[in-house]
């Protein structure tokens, strides 16, 4: 379900992608230009339905704004005749009438997370989000991942990884990536959402993920040298990480604090587990430290 309000005539556009490329595009270096806008190759934006008034919530960034290539892409949320209207791409087909994405790329592994990098100038409160969704032959969810950002700005580019929940053995058979600037019903104008490099990553360590729904959407700071957690109390949760081989390389019972200070940790890929003291609503994921 589209996470926006925005009524316009229907948008039906096709994605013309090669089987088992999950992540078309991913570092959104290639764009198309199209009348009066441009758009990042095998995404669908809402731009076609709202640069005839001169109004675009997908645009290419560059320079600063981006993190690795030439180009990035960025999300704003924006007022089209009186509604909100998302900063918003997908690999799936967006139905502006009816506000649903449907649809997606044929896909059939099932990777273990999806990273990628972000900034984001968030306004009073608001969040914007990346979800990747896995569905079999009947539409079912196979698997989910879904990484929010922080509801206040984060103006340098950030990893995030993100594990993909798995709620059955079925085989995908499509899958499909949504960007937004907002959040939901609650989406507020001018919040802004910078994303590049994007990718899936297939579990290759000792570690196994938890697959639980994550109480926390945790990332790492690479300005902080510590991880953020984004929403919720984590006084009293069990926070472990483990580096790439599977040793365990810290492990505490977290303060009321949503930061936690960890600048002993070398470069490298990390796996962080975090559990409630009941053991239950815990969560796991990847950071990388560069």
């Known amino acids: 379900m589209i996470k926006s309000l925005l009524l316009f005539q229907l948008l039906i556009l096709t994605l013309g992608v090669q089987a088992q490329i999950a992540l078309p595009n991913p570092g959104f270096e290639n764009w198309t230009t199209v009348s009066n806008y441009e ?14 008034v001169g109004v675009l ?15 990035a892409i960025k999300l704003t949320t924006k007022s089209v005749f009186g509604q909100t209207a998302n900063g918003l791409a997908t690999t ?5 009438q009816n506000q649903t994405i449907t649809g997606g790329i044929a896909y059939s592994l099932r990777p ?35 990484f929010t950002t922080p509801t206040t700005s984060v103006s340098t580019y950030t990893y995030f990884s993100v594990p993909i929940v ?9 899958s499909r990536t949504t960007l937004s600037s907002s959040a939901g019903y609650t989406s507020v104008v001018n919040s802004t959402m910078y994303v590049d490099d994007l990718q899936l990553i297939f579990n290759s360590t000792a570690v196994a993920p938890l697959l639980t729904i994550p109480i926390q959407q945790v990332f790492y700071s690479s300005a902080d040298h510590g991880l953020y957690f984004s929403s919720g109390t984590v006084k009293g949760n069990r926070l472990r990480v483990y580096n790439e081989v599977g040793q365990n390389v810290y492990e505490s019972m977290l303060q009321e604090t949503n930061f936690l200070s960890l600048p002993f940790l070398s470069p490298g890929v990390y796996i962080y587990q975090l559990e409630s003291k009941a053991e239950l609503n815990s969560g796991s994921g990847r950071f990388v430290i560069n």
């Open 112 to 146: 273990d997370s999806i990273t990628g990098w972000f900034k984001c100038t968030p306004v009073s409160g608001d969040n914007g989000f990346v979800d990747f969704v896995l569905l079999d032959n009947a539409n079912d969810t196979v698997g989910l991942a879904d």
């Open 57 to 71: 919530t997908a645009t290419k960034a560059s320079g600063a704004d981006v993190h690795s290539g030439s180009f």
């Open 166 to 174: 798995y709620r059955n053995s079925n085989t995908p058979s499509i």
């Open 39 to 52: 758009d990042p190759d095998n995404w669908h934006t809402l731009n076609p339905s709202t640069a005839f």
């Open 92 to 96: 799936g087909t967006i139905d502006v």
